[in-house]
């Protein structure tokens, strides 16, 4: 792989337990086998991709969001950072400014709009990234601290420390939170290619559609992995079929795979057929990077 511009694949999934972990940790370490790669987890609620790798930590830092600290001395209760809270984390209760952190999204709009700079923003610790180094692989997560909800200003900082500190490396993919709501959005809005999992179950093709439409109305270029593959029926090809959604690659249904997952080994060493998918996939990205850069 030439290494020009960080190509970055976020895979991403309707629902939880569809086998994204799965699909980036081993195509993350099929890629290492040949040059450099960045495997970045994003579900920053439960990071798991590190329970696949025996890395040495090389770095650490906390993770904050910026969260209004209200000055009573300066304030004259005008009721503008009230007004412009889109998420009633600012209340005014008579003579005092109530600040409710965990409903802070961190947009600054009441620190802006105080005309008397009452609302100063200030740090608060939410959690903690960690970077790791196995061989060719640099695997870096970000965690939120037990009970903390905002995970898209974790994300987000962990995009950027991995858009600084790995430029030169020409393969990231972004192991992103299930679902389709905010944090997915913020995982995969900056990504060259979104890969969704999916399995051939009817849950697995109802949350694949909502899939299709959050990545249509983001814009994003997309495929679909069935993982899984032969436990259900055919209604996913159908869909993808009748969607004109590519389909990059199947991953079989064996118990043999299950096992090897559930005590925290990577599969395709062992099964042909695995690597033989990696290797489609990882085809398809190049043949897509290598478009974009003539």
């Known amino acids: 792989m030439k290494n020009q511009q960080t190509f970055k694949v976020a895979i991403a999934s309707g629902k939880g ?3 994204k972990t799965t ?7 099929y890629i290492a086998e040949r040059e450099a790669v960045v495997l970045v987890d994003l579900d920053v609620e439960e990071p798991n991709s590190g329970l696949f790798f025996n890395g040495t930590l090389v770095h650490e830092e906390d993770n904050h969001n910026m969260t209004p600290n209200w000055d009573a001395t300066k304030c004259t209760l005008c009721g503008l950072c009230e007004e412009g ?3 009633n984390a600012i209340i005014q209760l008579g003579e005092t400014i109530m600040v409710y952190p965990k409903l802070c999204h961190s947009c600054y709009a009441c ?5 008397v700079s009452a609302l100063p923003m200030q740090p608060t610790k939410i959690g903690v990234l960690r970077d790791y180094k196995w061989g060719k692989l640099h695997y870096v997560e970000s965690r939120l601290n037990v009970g903390e909800e905002q995970a898209v200003s974790s994300i987000a900082k962990t995009q950027r420390y991995v858009a600084e500190k790995y430029a030169h490396i020409s393969f990231a993919i972004f192991d992103s939170p299930p ?11 900056d990504a ?3 890969i969704l999992v999916t399995e051939p179950t009817p849950f697995g093709l109802h949350d694949l559609k909502l899939a299709v439409e959050t990545m249509r109305e983001l814009e994003r270029d997309f495929g679909v992995v069935i993982n899984r593959d032969g436990i259900g029926d055919e209604e996913v090809i159908n869909y993808c079929n009748a969607e004109s959604v590519e389909i990059l690659a199947k991953i079989p249904n064996k118990r043999q795979i299950a096992e090897l997952y559930s005590r925290g080994n990577l599969i395709y060493p062992q099964f042909p057929e695995v690597e033989s998918a990696l290797n489609d996939i990882l085809d398809f990205c190049l043949s897509i990077k290598e478009g974009a850069n003539k």
Not at 111 to 115: M, R
């Open 17 to 19: 337990g569809t086998g």
């Open 23 to 29: 699909l980036s940790t081993n195509l993350a370490a």
């Open 85 to 87: 809270c889109n998420f």
């Open 111 to 115: 620190s802006e709009l105080c005309p």
């Open 179 to 189: 679902g389709t709501s905010c944090p997915v959005m913020e995982a995969t809005k």
């Open 192 to 194: 060259d290619y979104v």
